[in-house]
């Protein structure tokens, strides 16, 4: 799912004016958190569709917006997800011999989260055997593609005109 976004041109003058590529990525982390926000409000609003009006949980509470480890200054991630998912292997001795190092691993989820303990969102949102799939993440994503881009340009072309400002 590789989409082009155009009209960057005035954006790459500024980024050789900036120089600095740290701060052109920090920059980039903010506006990308700003972009993805329209998702995150997007699967708040799927979810509380969704949520079972007696239960504890809400899943729409513990959807959340996290930036992803990146090597090197040129790439920036940034995901909406839920919390109590998946985490991943620590790099120990154990875990290296065992294979398992970068591996994730299903949680149970945390009552401490503000939502509760919603461990079984991925059962909504992708189905198991007995039960349909009610997708409320992924269709966050894929209708609101153009405008997540176009927050992204707005957003990065001010930010480095604050970066630039700073100089």
Known sequence: MANEITGLDEVQAKLRQ????????????????????IVKK???????ALDDKDSPERIWKNIITKAGKTKGVDNVMMRVGVKGGA??????????????????YQTQGDKKNPGGDTWYWRLVEYGS?????????????????????????????EELDKEIAKL
Do not use: C
Request: glycine share 6%; proline share 3%.
């Open 87 to 104: 985490k991943q292997y620590g790099t120990n001795a154990d875990n290296r011999r065992a294979g398992r190092v970068g591996r994730r």
């Open 42 to 48: 997007a699967a708040v609003l799927n979810a509380k």
């Open 129 to 157: 055997a007995t039960n349909n799939a009610t997708p409320f993440m992924r269709p966050a994503l894929n209708n609101n593609i153009d405008a997540v881009q176009a927050e992204f340009a707005r957003a990065y072309k």
């Open 18 to 37: 900036l120089g600095n590529q740290r701060k052109a990525k920090n920059a980039a982390t903010r506006s990308s958190r700003k972009a993805m926000n």
